[in-house]
């Protein structure tokens, strides 16, 4: 990776761009975000912060914070994964949740998603089960990562 990473919190200007990488990220979602919705988590407290690779959006999430972190919406445009961007995205939002002295970060992910082999690499460990979570038949594994 020779090109220059950044990371910068997002705003509703950045939407459109959070909404067409999540389209593109090559996984089925539950539902996918719209700028009511964004707009409506914002509003709510939600933090979205971009990956840049050069000056282009790569990925995006979502974080709210308190005593303890929820990361949301994590997705990287699928021409940059399995290149070692999102592991670069994670590990800076566990900085900036340490820096805020948050001591847990929470990741609902959809049962049996090969999301979990990457979070387990990152240090996430499967903490509990959450019947329909994401709607009717849609139960998410629920991660933990001590900060």
């Not at 939600?46 to 972190?69: C, H, S, W």
């Amino acid at each position: 990776m020779k090109e220059k990473i950044s990371f910068k919190i997002l705003t509703a200007s950045d939407f459109k761009d959070m909404i067409r990488i999540q389209k593109n990220d090559g996984w089925m979602h539950v539902y996918y975000l719209d700028a009511n919705r964004l707009k409506e988590l914002s509003l709510r407290g939600e933090v979205f912060y971009g990956m840049y690779l050069d000056k282009t959006i790569i990925g995006f999430a979502g974080i709210d914070a308190e005593i303890r972190a929820n990361l949301h919406f994590l997705s990287i445009d699928k021409d940059y994964q399995k290149k070692g961007y999102g592991t670069l995205f994670v590990k800076d939002l566990v900085k900036k949740m340490k820096a805020k002295k948050i001591k847990q970060m929470f990741f609902y992910v959809e049962e049996d998603s090969p999301h979990t082999v990457f979070l387990s690499q990152l240090g996430f460990a499967k903490v509990g089960f959450y019947k329909n979570r994401f709607g009717d038949g849609w139960d998410a594994d629920i991660f933990e990562l001590k900060i």
